[in-house]
C-alpha cells in the first residue's frame, strides 16, 4: 500500500465499509460472548450457591451424629488417599513417558516395532498420565469438598468430644 492508494476513490470505497462492517460485526460478537459468558457464569454462580447450602446442612447434620461425622472423616481421609496414590501414579507414568521419549530421541528405532507403533505406545502412555491427573484432581476436591463439611461440623459442634482435662485450682 502506498500513498496513492489512501487517495483513490477505489481504496475509500472498499475500505470504509469494510471497516464499518468490521466494527458492527465484532460489536455483536462481543455483545454475544459476554451474554454466553454471563449466563454460564451465572449458573455457576448459582450451582456454588445450592453446594454451599447443601455442604452447610450435612456439616450441621455431622455436627449432631457422631457416627455420620466419623463416616465423613473416613471419606476424606480415603479419598486423600486416592488421589496421592494417582498423582505418584501419575508421576511414575510421566517419567516412562520421558523415557521412552528418550529412547525413541537415541535411537529412532529403539524395537522392531514400525514406528507407527512406537508413536502408539507413546500416545498411550501419554493419555494414561492424563487419566491419572484427573482422577487425582478428582479425588482431590473430593477430599476438599469433605473437609469443608467438616469443619462446619467443628463449628456447630453439639455432642460430646474427648477433650482434654485441664485440673482446676482451688
Given at each position: 500500500?502506498?500513498?496513492?492508494?489512501?487517495?483513490?476513490?477505489?481504496?475509500?470505497?472498499?475500505?470504509?465499509?469494510?471497516?464499518?462492517?468490521?466494527?458492527?460485526?465484532?460489536?455483536?460478537?462481543?455483545?454475544?460472548?459476554?451474554?454466553?459468558?454471563?449466563?454460564?457464569?451465572?449458573?455457576?454462580?448459582?450451582?456454588?450457591?445450592?453446594?454451599?447450602?447443601?455442604?452447610?446442612?450435612?456439616?450441621?447434620?455431622?455436627s449432631?451424629?457422631?457416627?455420620?461425622?466419623?463416616?465423613?472423616?473416613?471419606?476424606?481421609?480415603?479419598?486423600r488417599?486416592?488421589?496421592?496414590?494417582?498423582?505418584?501414579?501419575?508421576?511414575?507414568?510421566?517419567?516412562?513417558?520421558?523415557l521412552?521419549?528418550?529412547?525413541?530421541?537415541?535411537?529412532?528405532?529403539?524395537?522392531?516395532?514400525?514406528?507407527?507403533?512406537?508413536?502408539?505406545?507413546?500416545?498411550?502412555?501419554?493419555?494414561?498420565?492424563?487419566?491419572?491427573?484427573?482422577?487425582?484432581?478428582?479425588?482431590w476436591?473430593?477430599?476438599?469438598?469433605?473437609?469443608?463439611?467438616?469443619?462446619?461440623?467443628?463449628?456447630?459442634?453439639?455432642?460430646?468430644?474427648?477433650?482434654?482435662k485441664?485440673?482446676?485450682e482451688?
Amino acid at each position: 500500500m502506498t500513498i496513492y492508494d489512501l487517495v483513490s476513490l477505489r481504496w475509500w470505497l472498499v475500505a470504509v465499509p469494510a471497516l464499518i462492517v468490521w466494527a458492527v460485526l465484532s460489536d455483536l460478537i462481543k455483545k454475544g460472548l459476554y451474554a454466553g459468558l454471563s449466563k454460564v457464569s451465572g449458573s455457576v454462580r448459582e450451582r456454588t450457591k445450592r453446594s454451599r447450602a447443601a455442604a452447610e446442612r450435612t456439616g450441621m447434620r455431622a455436627s449432631k451424629d457422631s457416627e455420620l461425622y466419623a463416616r465423613i472423616w473416613r471419606d476424606e481421609q480415603r479419598d486423600r488417599q486416592a488421589a496421592i496414590f494417582n498423582a505418584i501414579a501419575a508421576a511414575i507414568s510421566l517419567g516412562s513417558l520421558g523415557l521412552l521419549n528418550s529412547l525413541m530421541a537415541l535411537d529412532p528405532t529403539p524395537w522392531p516395532l514400525p514406528v507407527r507403533r512406537e508413536l502408539l505406545a507413546l500416545t498411550f502412555v501419554y493419555l494414561c498420565t492424563l487419566a491419572l491427573v484427573g482422577r487425582a484432581t478428582y479425588y482431590w476436591g473430593k477430599a476438599q469438598g469433605r473437609t469443608y463439611i467438616l469443619r462446619i461440623a467443628d463449628r456447630y459442634a453439639v455432642y460430646a468430644r474427648a477433650e482434654p482435662k485441664v485440673p482446676q485450682e482451688q
